[in-house]
């Protein structure tokens, strides 16, 4: 069946452009997470969604990052005045439960800013 | 704040051999030890996963085990294969209250045929 899927692969961007990034979950996959994965680093928490609300959100490292999920599904991640030290990796997990159940990740979005 | 240290941060070894990955995690209420591995231009994939209340875990040439008391997880692969080469990453996940994970810093494998 369909995996997690990200949008897009790569996005090149300008400093202080606003940018956003989606995730489509597998289908069925209440939990939700982001992660952000700098050039040879493991991988920083940044939200977790259950449902369409956002428990935990203490990974967000600053206000210029968002993130929202609509219906149950789709999330999108939104950096503003976007800053060159927010080029990374931006991975992109679902489970079928809160969490409870194994993780499965998307190909992640190289985010490069210019 | 939590923590999870992996060691080593590269690893190379001949094909045949095994590997060895270990971590330390540092919140106690942690119950949910997984590991995954990343390919090049992909997102991490579980490989095994470990619970607190057990010892030890085996799946063909792929071992975890955990020690509670210490806080201490460690991924065995046995009779490695060039195809094992990849970055590995433990993680650590607590159930109290929230079901966020941490992650430790990847090791990176090469397998030498």
């Known amino acids: 069946g369909a995996g997690v899927s990200q949008s897009p692969s790569n996005k090149v961007t300008e400093k202080g452009k606003d940018v956003e990034l989606r995730c489509d979950p597998i289908s069925g996959h209440t939990a939700l997470y982001w992660y952000r994965q700098s050039l040879g680093q493991g991988l920083e928490f940044l939200i977790y969604?259950?449902?369409?609300?956002?428990?935990?959100k203490s990974g967000l490292p600053s206000d210029r990052f968002s993130a929202e999920r609509t219906g149950g599904s789709v999330s999108t991640l939104t950096i503003q005045r976007t800053q060159q030290e927010d080029s990374a990796v931006y991975l992109c997990?679902?489970?079928?439960?809160?969490?409870?159940?194994?993780?499965?990740f998307g190909p992640g979005t190289r985010l490069t800013v210019t | 704040g939590e923590n999870v240290e992996q060691h080593p941060s590269t690893l190379s070894v001949q094909e045949g051999d095994s590997a060895v990955i270990k971590c330390t995690y540092s919140d106690s209420a942690s119950n949910y030890f997984p590991w995954y591995k990343q390919e090049l231009g992909k997102g991490p994939q579980l490989i095994i996963d470990i619970r607190s209340n057990v010892g030890e875990k085996k799946d063909q040439r792929i071992a975890v085990t955990l020690n509670k008391t210490a806080k201490h997880f460690s991924l065995h692969i046995t009779e490695t294969q060039p195809e094992d080469s990849a970055v590995y990453f433990c993680?650590?996940?607590?159930?109290?209250?929230?079901?966020?994970?941490?992650f430790g810093t990847g090791t990176r494998l090469k397998v030498l045929a």
């Open positions: 997990a679902s489970s079928l439960q809160d969490g409870t159940y194994e993780q499965y």
């Open positions: 969604f259950q449902g369409n609300s956002a428990p935990d």
């Open positions: 993680a650590a996940r607590s159930n109290s209250g929230t079901y966020k994970y941490i």
